[in-house]
T-cell receptor
Framework: NAGVTQTPKFQVLKTGQSMTLQCAQDMNHNSMYWYRQDPGMGLRLIYYSASEGTTDKGEVPNGYNVSRLNKREFSLRLESAAPSQTSVYFC????????????FGQGTRLTVV | AQSVTQLDSQVPVFEEAPVELRCNYSSSVSVYLFWYVQYPNQGLQLLLKYLSGSTLVKGINGFEAEFNKSQTSFHLRKPSVHISDTAEYFCAVTGRRGSYIPTFGRGTSLIVHP
């Protein structure tokens, strides 16, 4: 039972490079989320997908794009990485119905130099 | 829109002592409330949640939380902590209508000393 799988676990990028963070869930969840975690800031929502075929901006969307490829997969793309995007990124999923909790991946630690 | 305030960024405590981690929320609508735990280098996992009914909710690993509507609080407690409880704890809310997106507090680092 894999749950939510994120790849890669670690990544170092140079400023201006691009990359895509991959996320897949095997729980048949409707909703998927991308958060970033920074010290003292908690988890901040970057983008979310309430259901297959829809995506919406969260609290901190600038510099990111997302694709809900199908019900299972939700990717996050950094088109031109900046040092301010150094963070730990978490993908999460939920049924998206009343009172249901989110399930998280293990995170991707990204450093932009 | 809703928000969550975790009043303590760090809580040091000795092993076998009781602990309370505080959480207050603000929302224009009724909410569901959650506590998550994050062990080092891992993702978050659910400790407990309040949906309705009894205001005292029991979760995993001996944790419990009490919902207080008048105080808009959802404090997490454990009567006797272990070294293994050292972790980051996050309080979260979702609205009772709409897209049910979790909004998280900034987290409280629980440090249990031997």
């Amino acid at each position: 039972n894999a749950g939510v799988t994120q790849t890669p676990k670690f990544q170092v990028l140079k400023t201006g490079q691009s990359m895509t963070l991959q996320c897949a869930q095997d729980m048949n969840h409707n909703s998927m989320y991308w958060y970033r975690q920074d010290p003292g800031m908690g988890l901040r929502l970057i983008y979310y997908s309430a259901s297959e075929g829809t995506t919406d901006k969260g609290e901190v969307p600038n510099g990111y794009n997302v694709s809900r490829l199908n019900k299972r997969e939700f990717s996050l793309r950094l088109e031109s990485a900046a040092p301010s995007q150094t963070s730990v990124y978490f993908c999460a999923s939920s049924l998206g119905t009343m009172g249901t909790e989110a399930f998280f991946g293990q995170g991707t630690r990204l450093t932009v130099v | 829109a809703q928000s969550v305030t975790q009043l303590d960024s760090q809580v040091p405590v000795f092993e076998e002592a009781p602990v309370e981690l505080r959480c207050n929320y603000s929302s224009s609508v009724s909410v569901y409330l959650f506590w998550y735990v994050q062990y080092p280098n891992q993702g978050l996992q659910l400790l407990l949640k309040y949906l309705s009914g009894s205001t005292l909710v029991k979760g995993i690993n001996g944790f419990e939380a009490e919902f207080n509507k008048s105080q808009t609080s959802f404090h997490l407690r454990k009567p006797s902590v272990h070294i293994s409880d050292t972790a980051e704890y996050f309080c979260a809310v979702t609205g009772r209508r709409g897209s049910y997106i979790p909004t998280f507090g900034r987290g409280t680092s629980l440090i249990v000393h031997p």
